[in-house]
């Protein structure tokens, strides 16, 4: 299970980010989208369906992202999600605020700093 | 997509979980999700941690979703702060207090287990007691059902008579008019429970035979599980209705069997019905039931045999019925001078059927509850203590701003988490103790074997400990309030307030443990001295060997009563040399009761000279035994002599010998020699006198009247075998058994084993109490032991300045090691003084079951007392060994 980041005013829920991440390279399902997360993360987050979509419909009310019919012969009640222009400008923002830390920890020695 | 059945019940959870709205939006893809991921699961494992992690999944948003407001969209990017949803919190706060418990895994283990325990011997405890005391009888609309005992006023004050005359019988003739005059109950019928055999691969098998009428079974409202009961023009008919358990244990659970006969006391019997599995009457334990009806030819009203049960009308009272009953056999007792039965005794059946086990049940479940209590003292303690240690991460979390109300739910999450791991271990300890319990309980209490958990028992008992853990688990949440962050955060504050309040409970407990303890100790001398008790007669090297006559081929119906007594003796003299002649047999004795057996033959007896108070009904056991009788079982006369072998021959004068209880009673003036007494129409002359025996119970026997008389052809049969040998007696048990049966197979043979076991056997009740006690007040003392240890050491710890400085300032070790100890001391004394107190207080309680000893009986207090100081000192000697090593400049300088 993924820590929780702390929120500051900026910040997104970490699923969230995950999630906004996933979505960046093409518009997927739900197991695709935690395949992906699995596979961002190592292996470190692995949220349940329930978590995932209940994250996603949170962002589809904040018009982060959006559902759309599947393609041609798959399931047609099962709904693929793509980013929104919004979503990509919040993913982009919590990416800079992101490597801002990063940044800031390279800076003051703490990037080598093992972590388990 | 594949719909297993995993898929289908993760479907169905959504959509019963899930708020509709959410469930309507995602629930389809949500399921797809789901499939997916399982059938992508590359081990079983693997599967089985993702399906679990997916419905644990389910769970959490279905809570979430609901907990926090759905929230509109508001098409706008909204990064802004989102409040934790309490479901997060309670997350949060779960982790962080699982975390905090694995850090100090000693103290939540132990608490865990001191809940287990205090809940699990309670829940046991009263599980037992809610099935066998309080649960109603398994026939419809219970309340309604009676036992009716006609019996005399003055036989229920008697001393002299045994409980069995205080429950009076019917004879035939008044349970006949009674049922034909009877008004006060919708039904009711006579029973009676009579010995009788079935024939086994060797030898024969007793079993028990019901005899009832056909208002017995209209009272109880049973039906036939298979086939039918009884009908009341069947009365004289061989045939026989099977109890379930006798069915499944003797016929294979046949299903074909209504219409089949088999053999009972060597003449065909047919089945006609099978009785459901809950038939169980609470007192009469047959194995099958013949249909009776009281002939009405048969005049005899003495003949008290039958109990009955009947079923009260509507709106009819217990004191009606009685007084209904009343007169009806006061006016049969009229035509017959020598009839002895007035008025009526009705008892509800439970009460009956439980009065003897209820105070005792009573006793062990109060000292369960005592344990409960104990338990949850240790739990509070055991808390109170881990949450001063954590005080100063309080303070420091109040510091950094956490609001009061997270911190007390913090504590909170941790201490349900911890009351609901103990119920949960509980329950396993409760399931656990009822087997054993239910195992090792003495025999003859109805309804053992329907003894489960009782859910409601353990409910109580699991909440009684989660709210301990609750108060004990928050209480530092008080002093936050008390203390500023700052204060406590300081080196040594000082917590005296909490420090009081665990010297208190640690008291308590210690004042706990001595009732238990006290009550262990009574109960141990009681089974100490009652072992001590000489029961009159000398049992080491003597079997005793109970044999069921086939009766019914000596005495067959109409026959001759004279020649079948005769030939019935024949045959026991038969079967006596066959025994005389097994190798390492030095004597054979018969007798016509067999000490510490069921039998207990009482007859009304005539002592010459004496005259009777009115209404007293002058009874006492009587003993028909051989000659060698006295000799076998080295009973001597303490004046007179005893019985023997000239004694039995034919024509020899009929002579007795008595008790000296006997004597005293009825010839109160010493001289009862040659006086007679008279007993079934003879005349004995009394020749001995010895002194009282115990035959059926060490504390005394109920009948202490008792009159042994030389056994003779025309007597009552003695049929019990007394066998002396000066080997090992169990080592001729088994060549015993062989030779009766060698003799006639249709014997059965029932308890062979040597005297002074049957003695044992009889204080089975008293080793039970005994160890159920001692086990109670050693788990009780093992908490007095935590607590003291738990309380001392966290002084030591507080007080570790103080003590530094006085090591600094030159006092030596020893003082030290004094002061700790003193004040475990102090304690320890507290504890036992309260707990003494409360001991005497309740060993009048206990004083039924305590005999030979005073119930303020100074060894066991002492013994108490003196164990619990040991267990407090032992307790604060290992923080006291670690409090004079404190090293003052290492103290001091932190």
Known sequence: ?116 | MTRDWHVRVYAWLARVLLPSWLHARVGHDLVGTFADRVRDARTAGERRREIARELAGLVRIAIASRLSPRRKPTGSVAIAERPWSPIEVFRQDLKFGVRAMRRSRGTAGLVVLTLALGVGASSAMFSIIRTVLLRPLPFDRPEQLVFVHPTLEEWRTNPSLSSEWQLGRFSPPELRTWLERQKSFDAAGGYSVWRARVPRATGSERIQVGNATSGFWRALRVRAALGRLPLASEAKEPVAVLTHAFWVSHFGSDATIVGKTFRLNDSPVRVIGVLPSTFALVDASADLWQPYEPPSNDKELNNHMLLAVGRLREGVSLAHAEQELAPILRRLAAADPKHITHGAHLVAPVAQATAKIRVPLLILSGASLVLLVAACANVALLLLGAGAERLCELAVRQALGAKKSRIVGQLLTESVVLGVGGAIAGMFVAAAVTRVLVAIMPGGIPRLDDVRVDLTTFLLASLLAIATAIVAGCFPALSLSRVSAGESLRAGATTQGRGRLQHAIVIAELALATVLLVGAGLLTRTLAVLQRVQPGFDPTGVVAVQLNLPWDRFYPPNGNTDSSRARAAVFIAKIADEVRSIPGVSSVALASDMPFSDDRGTSSVQPEGYTPAKGEVVNAARRFVTGAYFDLLRIRPVQGRVVGPADTRPGAERVMVVTDAFARHFWPDGRWLDRTVGLWGESYRVVGVIADTHEHDLRGDEDRYKVYMPTRSGDEAADNILVRTPMDPALVVPVLRDRIWRADASIVIEDVMPLSERLARSLTDDRYRMRLMVAFSIAAGCFALFGVYGVISRSVVRRRRELGLRVALGAPRSSILSLVLGDAARIAVAGVAIGTIAALLASRVLASIVWGVPPSDPVSFAVAGIALLAVAVIAAAIPARRATRVEPMIVMRN
């Open chain 1, 1 to 116: 299970m993924p820590a929780r980041e702390p929120r500051s005013a900026t910040a997104l829920p970490t699923l969230s980010y995950y999630i906004l991440l996933a979505l960046g390279e093409s518009a997927a399902h739900g197991w695709e989208i935690i395949r992906r997360i699995r596979t961002l993360t190592d292996g470190a987050a692995n949220p349940s369906s329930g978590s995932l979509y209940l994250a996603m419909t949170r962002l589809e009310d904040d018009g982060l992202i959006s559902g759309h019919a599947s393609p041609a012969g798959e399931d047609e009640r099962r709904r693929y999600y793509h980013l929104t222009a919004a979503g990509r400008a919040a993913a982009r923002a919590e990416s800079q605020r992101l490597a801002r830390l990063v940044r800031q920890a390279r800076a003051v020695d703490l990037l080598q700093e093992p972590r388990p």
